[in-house]
């Protein structure tokens, strides 16, 4: 299995759980995370992407809820679709924190899954949205950065 169908696996699975996160906050995050990964296709190590993902999202949840709010124009924060905000989380979380990929790489991801896990007008959404991330980041939006 290549490199790019493990990370688009792992980001589909990161999105899974962080919709699913975001109806019902778990109790014990670690727990909650094994069960999840057990119920999934290939073993744990094979979603360690996802693992990251989704730590990383979740630890940095309320800078990137402030991006949203501020980036979402003429959207309130409270009627973005729920697998949206997921999507718009998990894009953000890698466009801030994960220097080893490029913008673009994730934004075109997001749209991908949007496609895929939301309704059709949700690709414009989230497109504008991460766009308009892209340009406050201050990077290159088509390399990584170099550390």
């Given amino acids: 299995m290549s490199h790019f169908t493990q990370r688009r696996d792992s980001r589909a699975a990161a999105l899974q759980y962080l919709y699913s996160w975001s109806l019902n906050p778990p109790a014990d995050l670690a727990e909650d995370l094994r069960l999840f990964f057990e119920h999934l296709d290939q073993p744990r190590d094979y979603y360690a992407f996802a693992d990251e993902l989704i730590q990383g999202t979740l630890e940095h949840r309320e800078e990137i809820d402030g991006y949203i709010r501020t980036l979402a124009q003429n959207w309130e924060f409270d009627r973005i679709a729920r697998i949206d905000l997921a999507l718009l989380r998990l894009a953000i979380y890698e466009m801030l924190y994960r220097k080893d990929i490029p913008p673009v790489v994730s934004i075109n991801e997001a749209v991908d899954?949007?496609?895929?896990?939301?309704?059709t007008d949700a690709k414009r959404?989230?497109?504008?949205?991460?766009d308009r991330m892209k340009d406050k980041i201050g990077r290159d939006a088509r390399k990584p950065a170099t550390e």
Avoid at 113 to 119: A, E, G, N
Avoid at 125 to 130: A, C, R, T
């Fill in 113 to 119: 899954l949007s496609k895929q896990f939301s309704s």
């Fill in 125 to 130: 959404f989230i497109n504008g949205v991460l």
